[in-house]
Structure formats: structure tokens, C-alpha cells
């Protein structure tokens, strides 16, 4: 299964954009990058996923390297609501296309 | 509107008893995807199931079992067998009609020993 490495904090000043990495250098030519993020004690909420052209979508962007070896997910104008962790996950071909789930950064957004 | 729904929010587990958490989802979303969330950890998977009547094991599958009898439904018994229950329990699930599309969650059910 692909694993991906993210950084395990980042802070960011409210206004400014996020920007947060993905490692995913095992990562097979059809595999999507999917990102979500969780507020704690609520379910993951997904956010934006890509193959391998940039996307963009009414939350963020994702920018994903032409080797697709990594990825970068850009929030725009971070607000303190933003403040969760950020999870860049893998979808496997096996067991039914589980998420793959690591360590994920954990964004705090300050005023 | 559409989505996920689990029911407890917060369960509690005596000694020897089995406990069964709800999943229902209004997406005629055809898979279905249990997830067990330790303090601190990513999630790892219990059961799927991908069709009606069919269901299969996760990388953690042991002490826990699951039912598949109508399309929208996808409870979770966490039986006396599993020795360390207490955790956050998420169920998700998708359309597999269409490909690679995202997975959706509901809002998990935390359960726990008395």
C-alpha cells in the first residue's frame, strides 16, 4: 500500500495561505491523492483530490508534482476555522479502495 | 439533505457485553466502510462491504462483526472478543458507480469502558 509523510504541525497567520506538504514517492501511476481533514471529534471532511493535473475547488487547491512523488494542498486565505488536521491519504486497489490513513499535520491557524 | 448517520455519539462498554453502533446513509451510495480511530492515529479499517448481503474483513477485523441487509445500513457489533474497545469508530461510504470518487464520513460514535 502507498504511504504518504506529512510534517506532524504547521502554523499559519489567519489571512495568509496554507500550504501543506504531502510525501507520497510510492505512490502507483493510477492512484488518486486524496485530501481531508478532521476537527477533533468529528468525522474527516473531504477536501479536494487529484491525479496528476493541478486541482482546484471551492475550499482549496492541490497542486501535485509532475513525478507525482508529492503534492501540496494550498488553502487560500486560512480563517481560525481551518484549524484541524490535515490528512493527504492514498486510496488502495484492495479492500474495497480503503483510505489510507497516516500521521496527518495538524494546521493551527492564529490570529 | 444527504449524508451520514451514526448513532450513538457516545457509547459505553461493560465488561462481557456486545454493543452495536448504527450506521445509516441516504446517498444510495453502494459500499459501505468501517473505520476505528485511536488517540492521536489515522484510521484503520474494520469491515467493508460492497454489495448487499456481502461484507468483507479489514485489517482489524478481529473482535468486532458487521451485517449488511439493506443497502443504507451497515451496523457494527463490537463484541466481548475485542479486548480494546475504546476508540472512535467512523463509518463512510461511496458511490462505486463512479470511479475515485471521495469517500464520505459521518460524525463517528466514541466508545468506551465502564
Known amino acids: 500500500d502507498a504511504k504518504t509523510t506529512q510534517p506532524p504541525s504547521m502554523d499559519c497567520a489567519e489571512g495568509r495561505a496554507a500550504n501543506l506538504p504531502c510525501n507520497h514517492s510510492?505512490?502507483?501511476?493510477?492512484?488518486?491523492v486524496y485530501w481531508y481533514r478532521q476537527i477533533h471529534s468529528q468525522g474527516p471532511q473531504y477536501i479536494i483530490h487529484?491525479?496528476?493535473n493541478n486541482e482546484t475547488n471551492e475550499m482549496a487547491s492541490l497542486i501535485i508534482t509532475e513525478d507525482r512523488k508529492s503534492s501540496t494542498l494550498i488553502l487560500p486565505h486560512a480563517t481560525l476555522r481551518d484549524t484541524a488536521v490535515y490528512y493527504c491519504?492514498?486510496?488502495?486497489?484492495?479492500?474495497?479502495?480503503?483510505?489510507?490513513f497516516g500521521q496527518g499535520t495538524e494546521l493551527s491557524v492564529k490570529p | 439533505d444527504g449524508g451520514i448517520t451514526q448513532s450513538p455519539k457516545y457509547l459505553f462498554r461493560k465488561e462481557g457485553q456486545n454493543v452495536t453502533l448504527s450506521c445509516e446513509q441516504n446517498l444510495n451510495h453502494d459500499a459501505m466502510y468501517w473505520y476505528r480511530q485511536d488517540p492521536g492515529q489515522g484510521l484503520r479499517l474494520i469491515y467493508y462491504?460492497?454489495?448487499?448481503?456481502?461484507?468483507q474483513k479489514g485489517d482489524i477485523a478481529e473482535g468486532y462483526s458487521v451485517s449488511r441487509e439493506k443497502k443504507e445500513s451497515f451496523p457494527l457489533t463490537v463484541t466481548s472478543a475485542q479486548k480494546n474497545p475504546t476508540a472512535f469508530y467512523l463509518c463512510a461510504s461511496i458511490s462505486t458507480g463512479v470511479g475515485n470518487q471521495p469517500q464520505h464520513f459521518g460524525d463517528g460514535t466514541r466508545l468506551s469502558i465502564l
Open positions: 491519504i492514498v486510496r488502495a486497489y484492495n479492500q474495497g479502495g480503503k483510505l489510507i
Open positions: 510510492t505512490i502507483s501511476g493510477n492512484e488518486y
Open positions: 487529484g491525479l496528476k
Open positions: 462491504s460492497q454489495i448487499v448481503n456481502d461484507f
